[in-house]
Each structure stands twice: as C-alpha cells, then as structure tokens.
C-alpha cells in the first residue's frame, strides 16, 4: 500500500532524515521505534506532506506522493494523528469529528459515520456535545484518532498515541488499534513504548539519527534485546 523510497527532509539546513526506505502492507500494522531525535515523526510529516522540503519518492496505492499537497493526500485515503492532538478549542467533540469530513469525499454521509464512530468509541458517544479540551488527556487523543478515522481512510498514520496517557486508557487504545487492523485498516506507528507496540505490530523498522538502521518481524525484535537497547532506550 506504501512504498518509501530514498525519503530526505529539510529543516531549514538541517537534513532531518536521509535515504529513508519502508514499506507498509495492506492490513497491516508497521511501528517505528527509536530514540527521542531519530526522525520517526518527520519521517510520518513527509509521508503526509507537511515539511518544507523533501525528496525521494512515496508511493500510497500506486501513485506518487511528494508531488502532492497534503489535503490531496488526505482525499487519497491517507491520515495522520500527530502528537499534539490538536483539539479545536470552542467546539463539542461532534464538531471537533465534523472537521475530519471537511475534505473528505464521505462528506454527505456524515451522520452516518458520526454514528458509526461513536459505536467504535464508546467513550466518545457519552460526550459529543461536551466540549472537547473539557475531557481528559487520554479521550482526546481518542477524539484526535477517531477524527481521522471517521473519513475511512486507507492508511492512518499515529504518532506517539499513548504520551501522556494514563495506563488504563493505554490499554483500551491499544486493543482498538487490533480491532482497527481485524477490520482492515493499514497503520503506521510511531510509538515510543516499544513493547507496547511490538505487541501489536507486524514488523517494525528502528531508526537513527535520521536513517532506518535495522528492521524486522515485532516478533524478531521484541527477542532482540541488544537492538532495543541501542536504538530504543529513551
């Protein structure tokens, strides 16, 4: 579904990830673990088509990436949760999941997929007229993943979901990402609880200093306590 080929980015002069190559498979659930720097989150900006400058090539569903905007990507099927959430202040959760529609080509069905979001996010149901910054760390960041779900994308790309996040709601997030990958859906995660993610993942690439410097099956990697020591202690 995703192809990465020779990825580079900029910031300013600094080159923030250099030759980056990874691929993402139709269903599954693909995670990048580092250390805090090694370029998991600019790798997921460039992919999304938020950085000021990139090169190399991104193919999503066969088509290239890097020379299109980021709302065009997003019409492609593709979605990004970043880590700061970015709740809109002033809004209910309802409007908050309205604006995952606003370009969406699922636009006309909106009451339909509202309904159908809340079934996935019980939590979220009891509070669609709540205003969203009101609920706590742990149901916003379920509001920020479920705002992007609601347009059904592809491929939802999810970075650092459990920061900050109290245990509990860990859990229950993570056991939504197994029922997002049971019902098809494609992620690519950006995770620095790293046994947290292997758990769930199917393979993994780690980063470093901006390049991947080894990949391979969760399973390989949750064994592999020399690679998560170099490359993944916080």
Request: hydrophobic fraction near 45%.
């Amino acid at each position: 579904m995703l192809q990465i080929s020779n990825l580079n980015a900029w910031y300013g002069a600094s080159h923030a990830i250099q030759d980056i190559n990874i691929e993402v498979a139709k269903g599954e659930i693909v995670c990048l673990i580092g250390r805090n720097g090694a370029g998991k989150t600019t790798t997921l900006k460039s992919i999304m088509g938020l950085m000021d400058k990139t090169r190399g090539s991104a193919v999503f569903k066969g088509k290239e990436l890097l020379d299109q905007p980021a709302h065009v990507r997003f019409a492609m099927g593709l979605a990004y949760v970043p880590e700061e959430r970015r709740i809109v202040q002033g809004l209910s959760v309802r409007e908050n999941l309205r604006l995952g529609l606003v370009a969406s080509p699922q636009k006309k069905k909106e009451a339909q997929l509202i309904e159908g979001i809340a079934e996935i996010f019980p939590r979220l149901a009891e509070r669609l007229d709540q205003e969203a910054v009101t609920m706590s760390g742990g149901e916003q960041q379920m509001l920020a993943i479920a705002r992007a779900m609601i347009s059904k994308p592809d491929l939802i790309m999810l970075d650092e979901p459990s920061e900050g996040i109290m245990p509990v709601l860990v859990d229950e997030m993570f056991e939504l990402f197994r029922s997002m990958k049971a019902q098809g859906t494609t992620v690519l995660l950006v995770e620095q609880n790293v046994e947290l993610a292997l758990d769930i993942a199917d393979r993994a690439y780690v980063l470093d200093q901006g390049t991947v410097v080894h990949q391979a099956t969760a399973k390989e990697l949750l064994a592999d306590d020399a690679i998560k020591e170099r490359y993944c202690s916080v």
